[in-house]
Structure formats: structure tokens, C-alpha cells
T-cell receptor
Framework: DQQVKQNSPSLSVQEGRISILNCDYT??????FLWYKKYPAEGPTFLIS?????DKNEDGRFTVFLNKSAKHLSLHIVPSQPGDSAVYFC????????????FGEGTQLTVNP | DTGVSQNPRHKITKRGQNVTFRCDPI?????LYWYRQTLGQGPEFLTY????????KSRLLSDRFSAERPKGSFSTLEIQRTEQGDSAMYLC?????????????FGPGTRLTVT
């Protein structure tokens, strides 16, 4: 049962343009949604999160949008930079799921100079 | 560097052998988590500790797997009688008892290859 899904295994964008990464979830009990970035040979690095009571959270070039009715969230990166090239994981958590993070499969973002 | 550290970074073993991995969390973090990541998938939760108490175990954690955190600091994950299906990246993460945004901080992982 894949409770968090990222349907796009890869995304390629030009430097300076917007990157939009998508994530869908099925468990309405999730309270928090997080995005992690992973470079090769490193562990995932926390990027940004959003509470289920909000619909938008912004941090510099990164903005996460949450649509609870659609059980969908997205990460926008503007402007995209070559250093943003990495695998991005969507994750969800909440009191109902204990302390575990439930991850999606990941999306490989490539930003071309 | 005060991040999460894991040792070894790579381990190659033959099927049937036992292996043990170590994780040192961020020093002020009370919670410690183990995840497993296979190719093309996101990390999957295995177990977590609050100080020295193991509070939750995933059904992925078969009888051949055991984790300890004896003094509430570092943790070890042991796999007995390894199988080829155990080949994966094993990730450790830590967090404060009440993380502000449920964030967890990950180590670089131990890549296990079972031949």
C-alpha cells in the first residue's frame, strides 16, 4: 500500500526556469508533509515542510503548496539552479502514524545550464 | 561536524553471514530511526528509539534483524544470516523528542551488498 506517491521519476528543466515536483497521498490522517533532497552518496537533507492546516509555505526559492481536498502537494523551485539537481523525496508524518516518515519514490530533478 | 554519522559506509558480505551497522545521532537528539532504501524507492521505516527504548518496529523488520540503543546514544542494527534481498542502503536519522516540523536528520547511510 503506497500511501505517498511521486508519479514522475524524473524532471528536466532549464536553469532559471521553474521546477514543479508533485506528490499525492492517500492517508488523510497525515498532519505534516516534508520535502527532502538527496545527492548521490549522501543521506536525504530536509528542505521544507508544511502543516496540514496550511496551504502554502515559502522559504527562499522553495515553495510548497498543499491541496488537502485533492490529497496533493507540490514543490516549486524558482529560479532553478544547476546545484538543485538531485533526487527529491516527498514524505508525510503525523500523530496517527507515530514518528515514522512515509516517503514517496522520489523524483530525479536535472537542471540544465 | 555534529551531524548524524554511520559506519561503515559500505559493507560487502556473503549470504549467510551476520553484519552490524553503527549510527551516532546528533548528540542532543533523543529519537533515533532506522530506514532502508532500495533502488528506485524512497526510504522505508524500520524502527525507532526514544532514548534507549525501542518504541516501534515495522513489519519489514524480520526476526533476523535486531536493533539496540543501549545507553540512549549510539545505535546498532544487526542482520543475521544475510540474504541477497537484504542488499540496500540502511539509513539512520535522529530528531529531538518534539521536532518542530516532524523533520528528521539523516546520516549518509551504509550500503550493504550481499553476494
Amino acid at each position: 500500500d503506497q500511501q505517498v506517491k511521486q508519479n514522475s521519476p524524473s524532471l528536466s528543466v532549464q536553469e532559471g526556469r521553474i521546477s514543479i515536483l508533485n506528490c499525492d497521498y492517500t492517508n488523510s490522517m497525515f498532519d505534516y508533509f516534508l520535502w527532502y533532497k538527496k545527492y548521490p552518496a549522501e543521506g536525504p537533507t530536509f528542505l521544507i515542510s508544511i502543516s496540514s492546516i496550511k496551504d502554502k509555505n515559502e522559504d527562499g526559492r522553495f515553495t510548497v503548496f498543499l491541496n488537502k481536498s485533492a490529497k496533493h502537494l507540490s514543490l516549486h523551485i524558482v529560479p532553478s539552479q544547476p546545484g538543485d539537481s538531485a533526487v527529491y523525496f516527498c514524505a508525510a508524518s503525523g500523530e496517527a502514524s507515530g514518528s515514522r516518515l512515509t516517503f514517496g519514490e522520489g523524483t530525479q530533478l536535472t537542471v540544465n545550464p | 561536524d555534529t551531524g548524524v554519522s554511520q559506519n561503515p559506509r559500505h559493507k560487502i558480505t556473503k549470504r549467510g553471514q551476520n553484519v552490524t551497522f553503527r549510527c551516532d545521532p546528533i548528540s542532543e537528539h533523543n529519537r533515533l530511526y532506522w530506514y532502508r532504501q532500495t533502488l528506485g524507492q524512497g526510504p522505508e521505516f524500520l524502527t525507532y528509539f526514544q532514548n534507549e527504548a525501542q518504541l516501534e518496529k515495522s513489519r519489514l523488520l524480520s526476526d533476523r534483524f535486531s536493533a539496540e540503543r543501549p545507553k540512549g546514544s549510539f545505535s546498532t542494527l544487526e542482520i543475521q544470516r544475510t540474504e541477497q534481498g537484504d542488499s540496500a542502503m540502511y539509513l539512520c536519522a535522529s530528531s529531538p523528542t518534539t521536532p518542530v516540523e516532524y523533520e528528521q536528520y539523516f546520516g549518509p547511510g551504509t550500503r550493504l551488498t550481499v553476494t
